[in-house]
């Protein structure tokens, strides 16, 4: 998990944080690299597509590797493709290359997801998957250290001087950070296939749907159709719906909300950093290590919260310290080129990252059924990120009419909401009924 974390969080920073700070340095407007952001979308609707990565079998790598495996392998490979083109194309020369690249890195990296949560729910029993999302965001969080600090120190050390654009130094990052993705392919090759563990009750429904497909009269490939589309599709739906009742729309508007203050924010984030006068090198230190060394000790912290003091206690706690924490960028907006300032800002900021992250993660692996675990995550993780996204696509304009502070303070008041829903779920429901 450890490893198969670090390819998952490779390609995210790359087509979002990293590329705005590479598209602003290119002199690319702060209105288009908020609109850019929503590249980020592909992550927000890959439950359309999570069905096919739950049930499909790729033709020869399925039957060498398993479902699982299989996809994680051919994710794996498109996204280092893709990092490989987008380290090859100028935005400045054909921005509209660069989108495409980004496009299909985050559609296999949100590909990868899919799989790779599925896999982590399958691979060990309930009780361990609290060290599993653990190791897994230590694994996540390396690799955005990788992403980010890394790919601007390489830059940095290439680029003969701030002062000027060169791409020089992006291509070179860009083609270490495709060949950083053998990381998870040969994971992928190691590990062992997991075992599904699918309820009888799972089971008796879609065999009795099967039947009564065959009672309206379907038979042969009709039949055998529309009973995938019901049991790939359908049926995660279904199940959610009928274990959680009318709970179901509550939990879905926390999740579509719970993380739309660091989202939001973030996107802004490197073009701000950039403003302010600091360099590649001093981003790079404070923001992309030791920033995320502090959302590792978050996430811990977070565990063990989440033990101490149950997972909606630890989720409200999360939302506070999220939107709380925002407002030091207010602060930081009057403080200018403060290394220091930018220190402790981007400290609290990751540490409640991890709180809220760790907390989120388990919260969200207790609402799956195994039997859809590819699907019911991909749902979760993308009305999560949805929302969020789509506002952060005007970021930039907003930026642009009303400031760096009115923004962060914006960011900080959008939170409020999710402080009512967590309380509203932790009334009405502890486990499904």
């Known amino acids: 998990m450890l490893f198969l974390g670090f390819s998952a969080g490779l390609p995210l920073l790359l087509v979002l944080g990293t590329l705005s700070f590479w598209l602003s340095e290119a002199g690319i407007a702060r209105a288009t690299i908020g609109h850019l952001s929503w590249v980020g979308l592909a992550y927000g609707f890959k439950f359309l597509w999570s069905p096919l990565v739950d049930r499909l079998r790729l033709p020869i790598l399925t039957a060498r590797l398993g479902q699982r495996r299989s996809w994680l392998l051919l994710s794996q490979i498109c996204i280092a493709a893709a990092l490989f083109g987008m380290a090859n194309t100028d935005p400045v020369l054909n921005l509209t290359h660069t989108v495409f690249l980004a496009l299909a890195v985050a559609f296999a990296s949100a590909t990868q997801d899919i799989a790779l949560d599925a896999y982590r729910i399958e691979a060990v029993e309930t009780e361990k998957q609290g060290a599993m999302a653990a190791t ?112 179901a729309a509550l939990i879905l508007a926390l999740i579509a909300v719970y993380r739309i203050s660091d989202v939001v924010m973030g996107v802004m984030s490197n073009p701000f950093y950039q403003e302010m006068g600091f360099t590649k090198d001093e981003v790079a230190t404070v923001s992309k290590v030791y920033g995320v060394i502090m959302t590792i000790a978050g996430a811990a912290l977070g565990g063990l919260l989440t033990m101490r003091m149950g997972v909606m206690r630890t989720l409200f706690l999360g939302a506070v310290l999220s939107a709380a924490t925002n407002l030091l960028f207010v602060w930081l907006v009057g403080r200018g080129h403060d290394v220091g300032a930018l220190v402790f800002t981007v400290s609290a900021d990751n540490l409640s990252a991890g709180i809220a992250s760790s907390a989120f993660v388990a919260y969200l692996s207790g609402l799956t059924n195994q039997a859809y675990s590819a699907t019911q995550y991909a749902l979760f993780t993308s009305v999560m990120l949805l929302l969020p996204k789509f506002i952060a696509g005007f970021s930039g304009e907003f930026v642009d009419a009303y400031g760096w502070a009115n923004f962060f303070t914006g960011t900080a008041l959008i939170g409020a909401p999710v402080l009512v829903l967590v309380w509203l779920v932790a009334r009405t429901h502890d486990k499904p009924k």
């Open 136 to 247: 897994y965001q230590a694994g996540y969080r390396i690799a955005m250290i990788t992403a980010g600090a890394g790919a601007l120190w390489i830059a940095a050390s290439i680029d003969p001087s701030e002062a000027t654009y060169d791409f020089r130094p992006w291509q070179v990052a860009y083609t270490v950070m495709a060949g950083l993705m053998l990381v998870g392919m040969l994971t992928t090759l190691i590990i062992r296939e997991p075992e599904k563990k699918i309820s009888t009750a799972t089971n008796e429904r879609e065999a009795h749907a099967r039947e009564r497909f065959a009672a309206a009269g379907l038979s042969g490939s009709v039949l055998n159709a529309t009973a995938w589309f019901y049991s790939a599709v359908l049926s995660p739906f279904i199940d959610f719906i009928q274990r959680f009742k009318w709970q």
